[in-house]
C-alpha cells in the first residue's frame, strides 16, 4: 500500500469517527428531547383528565352555559338592587323635637286601640318609653322617627295577628340619642335597627305575624334569633283529670231506647233470681286542661330578636370595584 493509499485510509477513518460520534450525539440528543416531550405531553394529559372530571369541566358548551349564568346573575343583581332601594329611599331628616313626640303620642294612642281584650305590657310606649316625659335631642328625630314608623308596623302586624298577650317590647337605643355621630363600618351596606319583641298566643298567631314581618313592603326585618317556649313548663297532673261518676252513667242509661224499664216474667214461669251484673269497663274522660297540652291547643311564649334594615343608597347606586 502506497503512501498516498495510507493518507486516504487514515483521513477516511478520522471522517467516519467524526460522522458517528456527530450521529450518536445528535441521536441522544433528540432521545432526551423526546423524553421531554413525552413527559410534557403527560403532564398536560393528566391536567386535562384532571380538569374534564370538574364538576364543571372547561369546554366550549360549559363556557357559554357560565357565560349565560352569568349574564342572569347580573340581571338578578341588579333587580335586588332595585328592590333594595326601597327600603332606605327616604332620607333620614331630623324635625322639631316636639313635632316627633306628637308623632310618637299619636302612633302608640292608636295601636293601643287595636289591641281588644288583649293584655298590654305596662307603661306601654312601642318601645320609646324614655321620650314619654323626656323630649328627643333634635340630632337623634330623624332615626327615631324611622324606628318608630318600623315598631308600630310591627305592633299593627301583632295586633292583626290576635295573640293573647304583648309582653314586651324593647329598643336598642341609637347613637344620636346620646349626642353621638353614627359611623359606618368598611363595606357596610345597610344599617341595622335591633328591637326585641315578646309574646303570648297560639300557634295561628305566631304564623301570621311571621307572614306579616317577611312580607312588608316598607321594612325590611331580618329575625336574628326566635324562641318558643309551651306557656306551662311543667306536665299535666293526674289530679287535672276528671273521670265519669255513677250518676252519669246512670243517667245516660235513662236516655237510652229502653232506659231502666225492666220486661215482666213470662206467664207461669218464676222470676229469675238477680243476677250479679256484670262489671263495666271504666270509661276515662281527660280533662280539656290535659288536651289542651298534648293536642298542642295551649298557648305559647314567644321571644324574637328582630333587625330593621336601613341600607344605605350610596352603596346601592356604587359600580362594582374592578380586580386589578
Avoid at 27 to 51: F, H, T, V
Avoid at 57 to 68: E, F, G, V
Avoid at 208 to 223: E, G, M, N, P, R
Wanted: proline share 6%.
Amino acid at each position: 500500500m502506497t503512501s498516498q493509499e495510507k493518507k486516504f485510509a487514515i483521513v477516511l477513518g478520522l471522517i467516519t469517527a467524526t460522522c458517528s460520534a456527530g450521529l450518536y450525539f445528535w441521536a441522544s440528543q433528540g432521545d432526551a428531547r423526546y423524553k421531554e416531550a413525552l413527559a410534557a405531553y403527560g403532564d398536560a394529559s393528566n391536567e386535562i383528565n384532571r380538569y374534564n372530571k370538574l364538576d364543571v369541566a372547561p369546554t366550549d358548551d360549559n363556557l357559554d352555559k357560565k357565560k349565560q349564568a352569568v349574564k342572569s346573575y347580573e340581571e338578578q343583581s341588579k333587580k335586588l338592587i332595585e328592590a333594595l332601594r326601597t327600603y332606605g329611599a327616604a332620607p333620614i331628616t331630623n324635625t322639631d323635637a316636639q313635632a316627633f313626640t306628637d308623632k310618637l303620642v299619636k302612633e302608640v294612642s292608636e295601636t293601643k286601640a287595636l289591641f281588644k281584650d288583649v293584655t298590654l305590657p305596662e307603661g306601654f310606649f312601642l318601645g320609646f318609653e324614655k321620650y314619654a316625659n323626656t323630649p328627643a335631642q333634635q340630632a337623634a328625630t330623624g332615626i327615631l322617627s324611622y324606628q318608630l314608623d318600623a315598631a308600630s308596623e310591627l305592633v299593627r302586624a301583632m295586633a292583626e295577628a290576635k295573640p293573647a298577650a304583648l309582653l314586651n317590647i324593647f329598643r336598642e337605643p341609637q347613637p344620636e340619642e346620646s349626642g353621638k355621630e353614627y359611623k359606618k363600618g368598611l363595606n357596610e351596606i345597610y344599617r341595622a335597627l335591633p328591637m326585641e319583641i315578646s309574646f303570648r298566643g297560639s300557634e295561628t298567631s305566631l304564623r301570621a305575624f311571621l307572614d306579616a314581618v317577611q312580607t312588608s313592603k316598607k321594612h325590611f326585618y331580618v329575625i336574628r334569633s326566635m324562641r318558643i317556649t309551651n306557656e306551662k313548663q311543667s306536665p299535666p297532673l293526674a289530679s287535672e283529670a276528671r273521670f265519669e261518676t255513677a250518676d252519669a252513667k246512670k243517667e245516660e242509661g235513662a236516655d237510652s231506647a229502653f232506659g231502666a224499664f225492666e220486661l215482666p216474667p213470662g206467664d207461669g214461669e218464676a222470676p229469675a233470681p238477680d243476677a250479679a251484673p256484670a262489671p263495666e269497663p271504666v270509661k276515662d274522660i281527660v280533662s280539656e286542661e290535659i288536651l289542651k297540652e298534648v293536642l298542642g291547643s295551649e298557648n305559647i311564649n314567644v321571644f324574637m330578636r328582630i333587625d330593621v334594615l336601613r341600607y344605605h343608597q350610596e352603596e346601592l347606586t356604587a359600580k362594582p370595584k374592578k380586580k386589578p
